[in-house]
């Protein structure tokens, strides 16, 4: 087993962006019959991130349909008027972005005050380090691996998010935290070893799980891989 990786499973999610957003309720039906985790959701406001994504009342209606986790990346400017609203829709887990929130500390609280699970995402150019000061307050962090809403235009994983991986999971285990380190952003099976072993403990796939012929045999196949490496 990797020193890096530690003995913490690793989970396998969706985004349903990716999904045919004609059929939401079958692909969230499908994605559970597959054998995920959990269902990873973008809100866009079309100002942080160049895109538009789920409204909250079309997470709401989804909600029923699936007992996975709802783990919900909130790119938008001042994201803390989308709190109280998700919850109310079902958001398991709410992560904001570090680079929208004047006040981390009290971004984390503020979700958390409402009983769900709050994190923080990361857009590929900003540091790791600024975490440092809530790294314990927070249940998740998301790293993103492309620019944020470029996957519909082809933009692919950058390979340099495993160096952020690796430089968080030090900064996590030497606050003795226990934090999902997640990682989304053009995340394929060829990418799953690597991320793996760096230390992350969550995968969120997009076209790396819909763009293929056999989702359940490719959730499976992934799910070997991370073996391989936690051995």
């Given at each position: 087993m990797s020193p890096e990786s530690g003995a913490q499973p690793v989970r396998l999610g969706a985004a349903l962006f990716n999904g045919d957003h004609g059929h939401l309720a079958d692909e969230v039906r499908r994605l559970e019959a597959a054998g995920l985790d959990l269902i990873h959701?973008?809100?866009?406001?079309g100002y942080f991130v160049a895109d538009l994504g789920f409204p909250l009342r079309t997470i709401a209606a989804l909600r029923p349909l699936?007992?996975?986790?709802?783990?919900?990346h909130v790119g938008v400017r001042d994201p803390r008027r989308f709190i109280a609203p998700l919850v109310e829709a079902g958001a398991d887990l709410i992560l904001l972005h570090i680079e929208s929130v004047a006040m981390p500390y009290e971004a984390l609280f503020h979700v958390r005050q409402h009983n769900v699970c709050a994190g923080?995402?990361?857009?590929l150019g900003t540091p790791v380090s600024v975490l440092e000061p809530v790294i314990a307050d927070m249940d998740a962090v998301l790293l993103l691996s492309r620019v944020t809403g470029e996957g519909v235009?082809?933009?692919s994983f950058d390979g340099r998010v495993l160096a952020k991986v690796r430089s968080l999971r030090a900064l996590v285990d030497a606050a003795g935290a226990q934090v999902d380190i997640q990682v989304?952003?053009?995340?394929?099976?060829?990418?799953?070893?690597?991320?793996?072993?760096a230390g992350a403990t969550t995968l969120a796939m997009g076209g790396g799980i819909y763009r293929v012929p056999d989702m359940a045999q490719e959730v499976a196949h992934m799910r070997s891989l991370i073996t391989s490496v936690q051995r």
């Open positions: 959701l973008d809100v866009f406001d699936t007992k996975l986790p709802f783990e919900v923080l995402a990361v857009t235009r082809g933009a989304a952003g053009g995340v394929r099976a060829e990418h799953v070893a690597d991320l793996t072993a």
